[in-house]
């Protein structure tokens, strides 16, 4: 079943039925976000926007409601696909797509599974007006912005805000998550 439009006493009912319940979670990887935000004690977008010291928004990969506050600005997106929000950013920052790098996905039922790259990171957003397309030169990595990782860039903002220097994701309670085996079967995390 889905989170988003749950009925409560259905679900209890169905708790109680010698059936096992799994929950769909919405969007990629969101299983591993909510445990993060467990983790981090993380609120709702509409509750930190509720806040009055917020005056913007950055987005990592994702895509946001259309309907920010008026003192909210979305100044940056940071996406490897032409989403909703690359339109109304002041700023994009490209980023690989995870088929263009290294890294772990925790699937609906709490399974940690690493993935490796299967090609090299190339022109962020298809279909750019060809008066804006970066020049044609010969070079070892395509054109089109030098996309990076979006936890590279995450990183990078918290140390320029005073936060300690990252240099793996993978720390502290994850750290045992980079030794995985892609061809595996992956590791429950709860």
């Given amino acids: 079943c889905g989170t988003a439009d749950g009925d409560i006493g259905t679900l209890r009912k ?3 039925m010698p059936a096992r319940l799994v929950f769909l979670m919405d969007g990629p990887n969101a299983f591993g976000a909510a445990l993060l935000a ?3 004690q993380s609120v709702a977008l509409s509750q930190a926007l509720s806040d009055e010291k917020v005056k913007g928004v950055i987005v990592f ?3 946001i409601p259309t ?3 008026p ?3 979305l100044l940056a997106v940071a996406d490897w696909q032409a989403t909703g929000s690359v339109g109304q950013a002041e700023v994009f920052l490209p980023v690989t797509a995870h088929v263009e790098m290294d890294g772990t996905f925790i699937n609906n039922e709490g399974r940690a599974q690493r993935f490796r790259k299967v090609m090299t990171p190339g022109l962020p957003i298809k279909g750019l007006d060809p008066d804006q397309h970066p020049p044609r030169v010969h070079r070892v990595m395509p054109a089109g912005g030098e996309p990076r990782p979006s936890w590279r860039i995450i990183a990078e903002l918290i140390e320029r805000l005073g936060g300690g220097k990252i240099s793996e994701p993978l720390t502290g309670r994850w750290e045992t998550l980079r030794s995985l085996d892609p ?3 992956g590791v429950r995390v709860t």
């Fill in 14 to 16: 169905s708790a109680m």
């Fill in 38 to 40: 467990r983790d981090t």
């Fill in 61 to 63: 990969e994702s895509d």
């Fill in 67 to 69: 309907d920010l506050p």
């Fill in 71 to 73: 003192e909210v600005r």
């Fill in 183 to 185: 061809e595996g079967e």
